[in-house]
């Protein structure tokens, strides 16, 4: 037998405690590694106190608006930080400062947020109306919702070259608001399940009268990649509506409402999914009727290779009417497309979704249409 030399015994000593120090290492990196991924999973939820700075939103008797929504907002995310461990919370504005409206859901989608809550007071000329109501993005079914959205959306007036911020949408114009017609929100149930959550709270939990949860054309909600409400708290041109909104105790029952809404929210989401990644889905054929992510368009055409496309390589190229259009992504459903125009809208902010079928664009709401159909 050969015997065993001290250097050999030092070296095998030095071999375990290398291998020991590389386990723990291991170890510690692995525990690095899960504990950023949960954080990374976290709730994201953006409050956006409503109007601010030089708009001063609806007038009561005695306050104005702005001072109302921001109270309340900074209440509401108060209460979430404190007792949602699993959520972080974003506001668009914590004092008396003037945010574009597009800069309001941008703050939203740059953040790649879960939830949006848009927090206003509302307004009447009668000082007998009164009540809450939550607002989802869609077309106004009546003309007391298209009149909300209206007031809603003149804060765009206040804005520096409005009409080209905003493709020339008029907010006072009617006519403005039959876009909202063409384009259906991909997180309608989301939304409505929130709103609906918030709405039973004000009515079960702190006695406000229910005026119930309403669609219309609020520019905000249609620019945000999320579930996305704008939650009306009551009437200011209302003698003790306004009182109580003013009311510390008030604008403490109303966030305490907002918050148990988004809890129960979060918490029967959590409980049917979790919040998934992206999945790539397989591509389609061309002549199967799929949803693509449009990112750019031109008048001349543009070599099919990633490095002009901040990577992307499945890009499609459209010829339609002299120009070019160029999409990503090959979706079977809406929703997915939706998920995925988030995903790269750091790289494409004006990306948006098309319906596309034998390399040619399909009127989006027909799309969808026909695929509920055949679902």
């Not at 959520?87 to 953040?111: E, G, M, P």
């Not at 992504?329 to 319906?355: L, Q």
Request: glycine residues 4%; contains cysteine; charged residues 25%.
């Amino acid at each position: 037998m050969t015997p065993v030399l001290k250097n050999d015994k030092l070296h095998n000593n030095n071999i375990k405690t290398l291998r020991i120090i590389v386990t723990i290492t291991f170890f510690l990196i692995s525990l690095c590694s899960f504990a950023k991924d949960n954080v990374e999973k976290k709730w994201v939820i953006v409050i956006d106190a409503g109007h601010g700075g030089k708009d001063p939103g609806a007038l009561g008797s005695s306050s104005r608006e702005k001072e109302i929504t921001l109270a309340v907002a900074l209440k509401t995310g108060e209460y979430i930080e404190k007792n949602l461990n699993n959520v972080k919370v974003i506001y668009t504005r914590k004092t008396d400062v003037f945010i574009d409206l597009k800069d309001r859901a941008n703050i939203a989608n740059k953040n790649k947020a879960d939830i949006f809550i848009s927090i206003h007071a509302n307004w009447a000329p009668s000082k007998k109306i009164l009540g809450a109501e939550t607002f989802i993005m869609g077309h106004a079914k009546d003309e007391a919702n298209l009149q909300v959205a209206m007031k809603e959306n003149e804060v765009i007036l206040l804005e520096s070259d409005y009409s080209t911020q905003y493709e020339g949408f008029d907010p006072k114009s009617p006519e403005s608001y039959i876009m909202f017609t063409l384009m259906q929100n991909v997180y309608q149930d989301q939304s409505t399940l929130l709103a609906a959550k918030i709405q039973s709270q004000f009515k079960e939990r702190i006695s406000r009268t229910d005026r119930g949860v309403k669609q219309a054309g609020f520019w905000v909600l249609f620019m945000t990649t999320m579930p996305s409400v704008l939650t009306e708290l009551g009437f200011i041109t209302h003698p003790s509506e306004e009182k109580f909104l003013t009311s510390i105790e008030g604008q403490d029952y109303l966030a305490s409402a907002v918050f148990r809404a988004c809890r129960e929210y979060i918490s029967e989401t959590e409980s049917r999914s979790g919040i998934s990644a992206i999945k790539k889905p397989e591509q389609k054929t061309a002549e199967e009727l799929i949803f693509m992510v449009q990112i750019a368009t031109s008048s001349n055409r543009t070599e099919l290779k990633p490095e002009n496309f901040n990577g992307l390589n499945d890009i499609l190229e459209i010829n339609e009417n002299e120009r070019y259009k160029y999409a990503s992504g090959h979706f079977e459903d809406y929703e997915e497309a939706a998920k995925y125009r988030k995903k790269i809208r750091d790289n494409y902010p004006d990306a948006f979704v098309i319906a596309v079928k034998g390399n040619k664009t399909v009127p989006l709401q027909e799309a969808i249409e026909q695929k509920k159909k055949n679902f």
